[in-house]
């Protein structure tokens, strides 16, 4: 094998590892896309209900009316859309991690094959009396391949972390809501008996 079929063989490797990277920024692109949506309809709710907040503040007629618009009801619808958010964001990250672990997982396996392709053509193809050249050769490919499998296993705990931390805020945020909901009902039973 020549100078030229090894190199021919390593391009081909670097054009499939390209291939990957233009497809992680696409996705990477496409999700950025979702979460700027889901932003910009969770902007758009909350200053539609802001707006009518307001406008039914403005009309009330007595201090009362207004103590009653801002009752632990009107607290739950808001935590309630909030929580509604949250999740879709959340399902936005989640998908996005799975699609990117599956990327990395097949560009991995890609990287494996080519590489192996081209240890076996060089091997095949190698002068007699290079056996300890090989040998050597073939240790360092192995230690590469599991350097690739640690960066494997790593990039799926990573991404179990960041769901599992999405799953904890969600939790988080309704457990703050229980208890705000939770300090605000004996107030407003106060305000009803009296």
Not at 33 to 52: C, F, G, I, P
Not at 100 to 108: E, L, T
Not at 162 to 176: F, V
């Amino acid at each position: 094998m020549n100078q030229d079929q090894i190199t021919a063989k390593l391009s081909q490797i670097n054009s499939k590892g390209l291939e990957a990277s233009f497809s992680l920024s696409e996705a990477a692109l496409e999700n950025a896309q979702k979460l700027v949506e889901l932003n910009y309809a969770a902007s758009k709710d909350a200053m539609v209900n802001a707006q009518d907040s307001i406008q039914q503040v403005l009309t009330a007629k007595d201090p009362k009316q207004v103590t009653e618009l801002l009752s632990a009801e009107t607290l739950q619808a808001a935590s309630t859309q909030a929580v509604a958010y949250q999740k879709k964001v959340s399902k936005v990250l989640r998908d996005s991690n799975k699609e990117f672990v599956n990327v990395v997982d097949a560009s991995i396996d890609q990287l494996q094959d080519g590489l192996q392709d081209w240890i076996n053509t060089v091997t095949t193809n190698a002068p007699a009396g290079s056996d300890a050249f090989l040998s050597s050769f073939k240790t360092v490919y192995g230690s590469t391949l599991q350097g690739f499998e640690q960066f494997r296993a790593a990039s799926k705990e990573a991404f179990a972390t960041a769901e599992k931390t999405a799953d904890q805020a969600i939790d988080a945020l309704q457990g703050q809501i229980a208890q705000v909901k939770k300090a605000a009902t004996p107030a407003s039973r106060a305000r009803k008996s009296a």
